[in-house]
């Protein structure tokens, strides 16, 4: 913990600052500074700047809201509690309104409580110096710190990396290949692309290649001509000719027929196209960006994606992290998140309670930022506010999970039978109370009998547990460490 971390307490009752005092001074690398008064506060902060206050909320001369109001115009960083008594929704709303906090205590409090927020915040501050440090490295450098790109919501370092390379490949007429995990914004990218080129002024068309029929793909990429099959009763404009000057986005392109992925091979290679039944070529200018949630290497040796097809869209490559690698982005989202679903559902939410922001972070997140934004939607739409508590966030993911199959418990079963069986896996589950392990634990295990099982061929194994063979690395990496 911090060495110097100071916190201020603010009372005007001499037994409650005895109490709070306390209760934290006891933690290591804690300097507790208390005051009477909302004035008195005012003046040791401003001798002397805390990295946290933590105020009473009615006090005579100066209340709470008025000191903390204060505080975050002196000091924005300084992380602000509110101590009450009430636990009227009004009152809260006033503080997080005026004094723009970052949690309260309710009267009385837990000291165990207590002290775990207190060392949650200090975890907290002690990331945001870190991050700044990042940043002011970054600002220093050839390439800018960016708060916020496009579309995109988030400050890590791994997305700083993917915002250059974004804004790089945008002026170009380059091809791009995008890969990631389901859920990562691969769309956002491309459309960020398409925003910050020459092209901007046309069109932008995304297709899903997993989600349209393969009977009906070659249509909605190159159109159709009146009479081509039955239901063709006029001529219809594809995706190539929509997109023309513009940007055409083939997401999941690994789902596609191989022999169309041929023939959008041939159409990228000269810009032409047959209108399905037609017999006239087209020509249109196109800039193509293509996707896929497919290790595309692992997808070329599964027969899934076309080799000469793969290396002629991947001229720039470009990853997007999942959720879990971008640090505290996920609690920027969910604030944002949660910012556009109270306005669109007209709900008066102002915050997370810090133990909601707790469980954000330790969260796996497998659906990655489509799972985040689903579930503080929920939250929104299930709840009245004014904060997002960890009860809430703990009952919605509890009641996902007991319908969605964890891909740690039930391992991909190939039905090669040249690959290995993983059939026998559910028979290491846990049968008593006794014998349940850690999730870490048991996920860790669950890789490592993959990876044995494919003789030590990471790519496979990753395969067969439907992830990135980049999510298995960074594991083994984090054993070790």
């Known amino acids: 913990m911090h060495k110097d971390f100071q916190v201020i307490i603010v009372d005007d009752e001499p037994r409650i600052l005895r109490a709070l005092n306390r209760a934290l001074s006891d933690l290591p690398g804690i300097s507790v500074v208390a005051a009477g008064s909302g004035k008195e ?25 008025d000191l903390l109001a204060e505080i975050a115009q002196i000091a924005p960083e300084t992380i602000r509690i509110m101590l009450t008594a009430h636990k009227e929704p009004e009152h809260i709303m006033e503080a997080v309104n005026r004094g723009k906090v970052s949690g309260y205590i309710n009267k009385p409090w837990s000291d165990d409580e207590l002290r775990s927020m207190i060392e949650d915040l200090v975890a907290s501050r002690e990331q945001y110096v870190r991050r700044s440090i990042v940043g002011k490295v970054l600002s220093n450098s050839a390439t800018p710190f960016k708060k916020s790109f496009e579309d995109f919501v988030g400050n890590s370092p791994s997305m700083q990396r993917v915002y250059n390379k974004l804004e790089k490949a945008a002026p170009s007429k380059a091809s791009v290949f995008i890969t990631g995990e389901s859920g990562t914004g691969k769309e956002v990218a491309a459309f960020a692309i398409h ?83 037609g017999t006239k070529m087209e020509k249109v200018n196109v800039r193509f960006v293509a996707a896929t949630n497919r290790e595309p290497h692992e997808a ?3 027969g899934r994606l076309r080799e000469d097809l793969f290396y002629r869209l991947n001229v720039i490559a470009v990853e997007m992290p999942s959720l879990r690698d971008r640090d505290d982005d996920v609690v920027l989202l969910a604030r944002h998140f949660l910012n556009c679903f109270s306005e669109d559902e007209e709900k008066q939410f102002s915050g997370f309670t810090q133990d909601a922001e707790n469980m954000l972070k330790r969260y796996s997140w497998p659906g990655n930022v489509r799972q985040l934004q689903n579930l503080i939607h929920s939250c929104v739409v299930m709840n009245d506010g004014p904060m997002i508590t960890s009860d809430m966030l703990n009952d919605l993911l509890t009641s996902r999970e007991q319908i969605s199959t964890p891909a740690v418990s039930v391992p991909h079963i190939s039905t090669d039978p040249s690959v290995p069986s993983i059939s026998s896996f559910d028979s290491n589950l846990p049968h008593t109370k006794q014998e349940i392990e850690p999730l870490a634990l048991m996920e ?32 083994m990496q984090q054993w070790e460490e």
């Open 444 to 475: 860790r295990k669950a890789i490592q009998q993959a990876i044995a099982l494919y003789d030590d061929n990471v790519v496979k194994a990753a395969s067969a547990l439907e992830v990135s063979p980049s999510t298995l690395y960074r594991k």
């Open 41 to 65: 506060a005012l003046a040791k902060f401003r001798e002397s700047p805390a990295d946290i206050v933590i105020s009473d909320l009615s006090m005579p001369e100066m209340t709470g809201n």
């Open 300 to 302: 070329i040796k599964e």
């Open 195 to 277: 925003n910050l080129s020459q092209r901007k002024n046309d069109a932008f068309i995304a297709l899903n290649c997993a989600a349209i029929p393969s009977e009906l793909m070659e249509s909605e990429i190159f159109g159709h001509v009146k009479g081509a099959f039955s239901g063709a009763v006029s001529n219809r404009d594809g995706a190539a000719t929509l997109a023309d000057n513009g940007t055409l986005f083939l997401d999941e392109l690994g789902e596609m027929d191989m022999s169309l992925q041929a023939k959008i091979l041939r159409f990228i290679q000269t810009g032409t196209f047959q209108r399905v039944g």
